[in-house]
Structures are given as structure tokens and as C-alpha cells.
């Protein structure tokens, strides 16, 4: 079983929409380990959205920032 805990998205100021998420997963033996999603979400030619895991040049530091905050959550939630 995975439950989505966090999520954190970077769009307001800027014209590309990314997000992380974190999610709690269920081990085979028991234990939960956390893991992250990272997508960008973007319009089709027929206005409809679409999601994917692929960076351009221009998304890649945002992508890095969204990766490193869900990282300090991760180490947040671990340490509790």
C-alpha cells in the first residue's frame, strides 16, 4: 500500500508547473520506507493537462530545488 503524505508544487511565479510528492510505502517485511515522485504538468494542443517525467533545461533547477525539499522532509519526518 503507498500513501501520499506531502506534496509541494512550484507554480505561482513561474510559467511551468512541477511538483514532488512523497509517499509512504508498505515493505514486503513490514517496514515503511518513504519514496518521491517528481512530474511536470503541462497543456496539449487541445487544452486538456498531461503529465510527464521529462525536464527541460529551464525546469531541471526547479526540479532540483522541489527534490532537495521533499529530501528535508523525508530526513524531517525520520527524525520524529
Known sequence: ATTEIYTLSLHDALPIYLSASVFVNQSK???TFLTVSLQRAYKDADDEYQHSSSFTR????????LLAKAWDFILDTEAK
Open 29 to 31: 517485511t513490514g517496514g
Open 58 to 65: 529551464d525546469e531541471i533547477p526547479v526540479a532540483r530545488h
